[in-house]
């Protein structure tokens, strides 16, 4: 690994908004994260955005990052992207399910010549207190 001057501002501390220029050596984690181009995506593309991770994510992102020889950045978007995906795919198949039922919705209502079909919760209702009723000895 080759070690480098690396600047860094300090922020939450008593140093707060001060520079301080360390020498480090450069991890492979490091390495890549400032390419011009990364899997296709212009560096100009790119917003730069802090993330709060648990230490055991953050050194499963490095490893996987080691391992991928890729960097940690370009991990986590991919990772973004397919959640992403993941969400747009249920919300389509939610609102194909929703289509669906006012279709179905329609067929009936078309079969039974425009008269609605009755509502079952308020038959269910009137039934338990008929029998709620009949139980206590109630009249009607």
Do not use: C
């Not at 991990?75 to 399910?97: F, M």
């Amino acid at each position: 690994m080759s070690e480098s001057k690396v600047t860094l501002r300090i922020w939450g501390g008593p140093g707060d908004g001060e520079f301080l220029s360390v020498r480090r050596e450069l991890t492979h984690a490091h390495v890549g994260v400032y390419n011009y181009s990364t899997k296709g995506v212009r560096m100009g593309n790119l917003q730069r955005v802090n993330l709060m991770l648990e230490k055991r994510q953050r050194e499963a992102l490095e490893r996987l990052a080691r391992q991928r020889n890729r960097s940690v950045s370009d991990l986590v978007r991919e990772y973004i992207s397919a959640g992403l995906s993941e969400d747009n795919s249920q919300q389509r198949e939610r609102l194909l399910a929703l289509e669906n039922a006012r279709a179905l919705s329609a067929r009936v209502l078309k079969r039974r010549k425009g008269k609605p079909i009755t509502n079952s919760v308020k038959i269910m209702e009137r039934m338990r207190e008929e029998r709620t009723n009949e139980l206590l000895g109630r009249g009607r």
